[in-house]
């Protein structure tokens, strides 16, 4: 299936701390956030890529043009088991969606090249998860959606407050305590998307009340591993992580063991890990 990734947003709320760089080239560890994003859905068996450029667009641009003339392998591969090589092998297609594009706008600007998709993937491109995609695809084709996204559980240390209408609190709560959940970016899709998408919309707000409608908008949960990396905070989190060889989204990885089905008898490790296609 064909990747859409979207590349294209300021990331205004990594400014300040990441200028020379677009958020999807934002390293974790040795690696942008976006390879480690085009990894786990190559692992999947999917390496057909569309990137939806916009914000320092010349600067992604570069980055392949730079990466794919070095195959060689070296430290920073084996450890993270990314390799240039591997990289060369994927069917990468920029494309300059717009500056100031939304999400809904970008993927109208693709419109032609995946209305004829039966399913096709999408990713907003600033967070990690260690769904397991098979299940994910299986469960938008049964459902009949038009449109699928794996829904997480907040992960912010924000209190829910409950009072009544003089003030008087009656419960404090954890937000990741109460039974909420959220878009967690990951997508699936079929090219009938683009019937409910009308010029200069966004994605999730009027397309998807639509499809709301009409019963055609699916959700997944996934009550494991995910993280996005919007602010500083969430971005140091990931990478101290990273360094302490906690990295569940690398599905890649011989030592984290799937909860999924493998095609031989193993007891997993820990939840996440190597995908057998």
């Known amino acids: 299936m064909k990747v859409v990734l979207f590349c294209g947003g300021f990331g205004m709320r990594l400014r300040g701390y990441v200028d020379a760089v677009p958020k999807p080239l934002v390293e974790i560890g040795n690696w942008p956030i976006m390879i480690h994003i085009m990894k786990y859905y190559a692992c999947f068996g999917h390496k057909d890529f569309i990137l939806c ?3 320092k667009a010349d600067v992604i641009r570069h980055y392949f043009e730079e990466i794919l003339e070095t195959n060689s392998s070296g430290i920073i591969e084996k450890t993270s088991g990314i390799s240039r090589a591997e990289i060369s092998t994927w069917n990468i297609n920029l494309v300059d969606t717009g500056l100031h594009s939304s999400i809904g706008e970008r993927l109208k600007h693709l419109e ?7 399913c096709f993937l999408a990713n907003y491109t600033d967070g990690l998860c260690n769904v397991d995609l098979n299940a994910l695809t ?3 084709n049964q459902s009949g959606a038009v449109a699928s996204f794996v829904s997480v559980r907040p992960t912010h240390s924000f209190h829910v407050i409950n009072s009544n209408e ?8 954890a937000l990741t305590d109460k039974d909420l959940w959220m878009n967690g970016g990951f997508f699936t899709m079929s090219g009938e998307i683009f019937q409910f998408l009308n010029e200069g919309e966004e994605l999730v707000e009027k397309p998807f009340q639509r499809l709301i409608r009409e019963g055609r908008l699916s959700t997944y949960r996934h009550d494991d591993f995910w993280s996005c990396m919007d602010t500083y905070k ?7 992580a990273y360094e302490r060889g906690e990295s569940p989204w690398e599905v890649w990885k011989k030592q984290h063991r799937p909860v999924f089905k493998l095609r031989r008898s193993e007891d997993p490790i820990r939840r996440g890990g190597v995908c057998e296609l």
């Not at 032609?112 to 039966?118: A, G, K, M, S």
């Not at 969430?234 to 101290?240: I, V």
């Open 53 to 55: 450029l916009g914000w």
């Open 112 to 118: 032609d090249d995946l209305r004829d998709e039966q």
């Open 138 to 140: 299986a469960h938008h």
């Open 166 to 173: 003089s003030g008087q609190v009656t419960d404090v709560s």
């Open 234 to 240: 969430e971005m140091q989190a990931l990478e101290e």
